[in-house]
């Protein structure tokens, strides 16, 4: 069994920061790629960015340069730093994972539960 556990999130003021983070764990036998999704209120949920196995990282246009997707391979951890952040990033942000569990032949996506990131002064 595989979880994705989130952590980080919360309220912050416009032009703040958050890293959250998303350790994945259980029975794993390869990542492919972690990325992060988001879901602002009344939304679809979108593609924030992604870190393939082996780099290099990509963002979605509008997010470059505010925010980092960052991995640690030694403990299956994938960050999301963000700055000069605004209320239009207030959303829950997802964690997902595209990885081979141990025992299977097939690559499968698997999320987190989501944690709540809130911009407002």
């Known amino acids: 069994q595989v979880q994705l556990v989130e952590s980080g999130g919360g309220l912050v003021q416009p032009g703040g920061s958050l890293r959250l983070s998303c350790a994945a764990s259980g029975s794993i036998g390869s990542i492919a790629a972690m990325s992060w999704y988001r879901q602002p209120p009344g939304k679809l949920r979108e593609l924030v960015a992604t870190f393939p196995d082996g780099g290099p990282p990509h963002y979605v246009d509008s997010l470059k340069g505010r925010f980092a997707i960052s991995r640690e391979y030694t403990n299956n951890t994938v960050y999301l730093s963000m700055n000069s952040l605004k209320p239009e990033d207030t959303a829950v942000y997802y964690c997902?994972?595209?990885?081979?569990?141990?025992?299977?032949?097939?690559?499968?996506?698997?999320w987190g539960q989501g944690t709540q990131v809130t911009v407002s002064s």
């Open positions: 997902n994972a595209y990885l081979l569990p141990s025992g299977s032949y097939r690559f499968s996506d698997f």
